[in-house]
């Protein structure tokens, strides 16, 4: 079983940062793909980027150049970097977790935290 809490969430100009954390329970989170998406009400939730166990990176491709994601296994957080943020970019933002391979849709993971809502302001 895991649990993720995310924070870091806020109101934010266009053109600023934010950094988002996920921070996990459980002692086998290094181990898992952690991903984050993004969801506007009323339509449908979609892929930010993902980290693997090992180190990989997937990104969307509206966020490429602009987030970075990391993890610490030490501290069982991941985190979401977001700079040069676009209006567009208003949304809830969630993390989760799976096993295995990174995976590009939300189906696929197990696990998820609550969201933190996320407001760029143009």
């Known amino acids: 079983q895991v649990q993720l809490v995310e924070s870091g969430g806020g109101l934010v100009q266009a053109g600023g940062s934010l950094r988002l954390s996920c921070a996990a329970s459980?002692?086998?989170?290094?181990?898992?793909?952690m991903g984050w998406f993004r969801q506007v009400p009323g339509k449908e939730r979609t892929f930010v980027a993902a980290?693997?166990?090992?180190?990989?990176?997937t990104y969307a491709e509206s966020v490429k150049g602009r987030f970075t994601i990391s993890r610490d296994n030490a501290k069982r957080t991941v985190y979401l970097q977001m700079n040069s943020l676009k209006p567009e970019d208003t949304a809830v933002y969630s993390c989760a977790a799976r096993r295995l391979a990174i995976l590009t849709t939300g189906d696929g993971y197990r696990y998820w935290g609550q969201g933190t809502q996320v407001t760029v302001s143009s």
């Open positions: 459980g002692s086998t989170f290094d181990t898992y793909v």
């Open positions: 980290i693997s166990a090992s180190g990989g990176i």
